[in-house]
């Protein structure tokens, strides 16, 4: 688990308060890329390097079909999570995600999955992303290998 000891600041129960370790990988910029083994470790380092930017309660874009189980430091945040409709592909319904950010605005963070070993629509997401100032977050839980 990222915590104090770990250098990230704040309680072990609040390991995405931001600190030093945050702000090395936040300094890393553009393009960078952080392997972890799970999707709650990974939630854990998007808080922080959000928490760096200065957003303590971000607005989380999250397919409609994801673990409820893994959602726990989202959550323990009290991060805004909001759920995308989905293609019967299992990719992201883009037209319905514009209309979502006109509607409300756009997220901090957009979480894009991999599903069932197929690749996501990654270039589609980075474009979103970068459009709307998010960060991308792919969860590559259900492929074989990265």
Do not use: C
């Not at 069932?116 to 977050?137: K, M, N, P, Q, V």
């Amino acid at each position: 688990m990222l915590g104090g000891r770990m250098g990230l600041g704040g309680a072990d129960r609040e390991p995405w308060r931001g600190g030093p370790v945050a702000a090395e990988l936040w300094q890393r910029g553009p393009g960078s890329v952080l392997m972890l083994s799970q999707a709650r470790h990974a939630q854990t380092v998007m808080l922080a390097l959000l928490r760096a930017r200065g957003i303590e309660r971000p607005v989380i874009a999250l397919p409609a079909f994801y673990a409820e189980g893994t959602l726990a430091p989202f959550r323990a945040s009290k991060a805004e999570l909001r759920f995308y409709a989905m293609t019967a592909e299992l990719a992201p319904d883009w037209q319905r995600l514009e209309a979502e950010v006109r509607e409300n605005g756009p997220p901090d963070l957009l979480v894009l999955v991999h599903y069932y070993g197929t690749e996501g629509e990654g270039e589609i997401a980075r474009r979103f992303a970068d459009s709307h100032g998010a960060l991308l977050f792919e969860d590559a839980a259900h492929t074989m290998l990265p």
